[in-house]
C-alpha cells in the first residue's frame, strides 16, 4: 500500500512538472521544439493572391489569416505521446542502437536488446508479466506484443535473437526462439513455443499450449503443420539483418539534434521574410 501511494504521488509531481514545461514551451515560442506541417500544396506561395485554375481548391480563409497574422502557422506542438513508460513499478530496459517508431509504445516491464526494432503503431504491454525482446529482433508495424498474468495460464512473453515478426500479428504469453519467423497477422496464444528457423504463415491462429517444430512451416486457423521450411526461407538471419539496416534508416531520420532544429527555425524566419510583398521582398 505504501509503495502504490508513493507512486501516485509521483507521478502528480511528475505530471504537475510536465504542465510547467508546457508552459515554459509556449514562453520560449520558437525555442520550442515543434514538428513541421504544410498547410499549402508546396508549389504555391501563401504570398500569392488566390486565383481560380489549378490550385482553386486553397481555401481562402488560409489566405486571409495569413495576410491578417491570425493564426496560420508552418509548425505545431510536438505530440505528448511517450514511446517508452513506466506502469507502476515496472520499468522499460532498453539497450543500445535500438529502434522505437515515434508512435510505438513500449510500456511496463519490457526488456529491448541490442539492434531491436519496434515498427510503427506497435504496442509491447508489459503490465501482468515480462516482456523481452531478443538482438536485432524486429516486431512489424500495428502488433500487440502482451504476456499472460492469468492463474493458470501465468506465461512471459519471451523473444530471442534475430525473430522477425510480421505486421498486424499478437503474441500473448508465447516464445519466440532464435531466428524464426511469425508472418503478417498471425496470431500466437498463451504458451505457444516457435522453435528456431520455424515459420508461422500469414493469418494463422496457433491455440495456447502448441509447439512449432524447427524447420516445419504451420499456418490456417486452427494453425497446423503444412510443409518443411524450403531452402530460399533458411535465410533466418538475412530477414532480420535486413529489418535491421532498415530501422538504422528510420532512426536516423526520426532523431534530429537541437543544433539542426535551431537551424532550420532560423531558415523559415528567413524564407518567411523573403515573401512577396515583405520588406525584404521588395
Not at 513508460?85 to 522499460?92: A, E, H, R
Not at 513500449?106 to 506497435?122: K, Q, R
Not at 524450403?230 to 535491421?244: H, I, L, N, V
Amino acid at each position: 500500500m505504501l509503495k502504490r501511494f508513493s507512486y501516485v504521488l509521483g507521478n502528480t509531481v511528475r505530471e504537475t512538472a510536465y504542465a510547467l514545461d508546457r508552459v515554459g514551451c509556449r514562453l520560449q515560442g520558437n525555442y520550442a521544439f515543434t514538428e513541421e506541417r504544410t498547410f499549402l500544396p508546396p508549389r504555391i506561395d501563401i504570398g500569392t493572391p488566390p486565383h481560380f485554375g489549378t490550385y482553386a481548391y486553397v481555401p481562402l480563409w488560409l489566405w486571409i489569416m495569413d495576410w491578417a497574422g491570425l493564426g496560420v502557422d508552418d509548425d505545431e506542438t510536438v505530440s505528448r505521446h511517450r514511446r517508452v513508460m513506466g506502469l507502476y513499478d515496472k520499468q522499460p530496459a532498453i539497450s543500445q542502437d535500438v529502434f522505437i517508431a515515434p508512435n510505438a509504445s513500449v510500456i511496463g516491464s519490457v526488456s529491448l536488446g541490442e539492434g531491436a526494432n519496434v515498427w510503427y503503431g506497435s504496442v509491447l504491454r508489459g503490465d501482468v508479466n515480462d516482456i523481452s525482446v531478443g538482438k536485432k529482433s524486429s516486431i512489424g508495424n500495428r502488433s500487440v506484443v502482451h504476456a499472460s498474468g492469468g492463474l493458470t495460464t501465468l506465461a512471459p512473453t519471451k523473444i530471442g535473437d534475430n525473430v522477425v515478426v510480421g505486421d498486424g500479428v499478437v503474441l500473448h504469453g508465447c516464445t519466440l526462439e532464435d531466428e524464426c519467423r511469425v508472418d503478417d497477422g498471425a496470431v500466437l496464444n498463451d504458451n505457444v513455443v516457435v522453435e528456431k528457423h520455424a515459420i508461422v504463415g500469414p493469418g494463422a491462429v496457433v491455440t495456447s499450449g502448441k509447439r512449432v517444430p524447427s524447420g516445419q512451416v504451420w499456418a490456417g486457423n486452427p494453425a497446423k503443420y503444412v510443409r518443411d521450411v524450403s531452402e530460399e526461407e533458411k535465410e533466418f538471419a538475412g530477414w532480420a539483418e535486413k529489418r535491421y539496416t532498415q530501422a538504422k534508416a528510420h532512426l536516423a531520420q526520426t532523431i534530429k539534434l537541437a543544433e539542426e532544429k535551431e537551424v532550420d527555425l532560423l531558415t523559415e524566419d528567413i524564407l518567411r521574410e523573403m515573401r512577396p510583398g515583405t520588406r525584404f521582398a521588395d
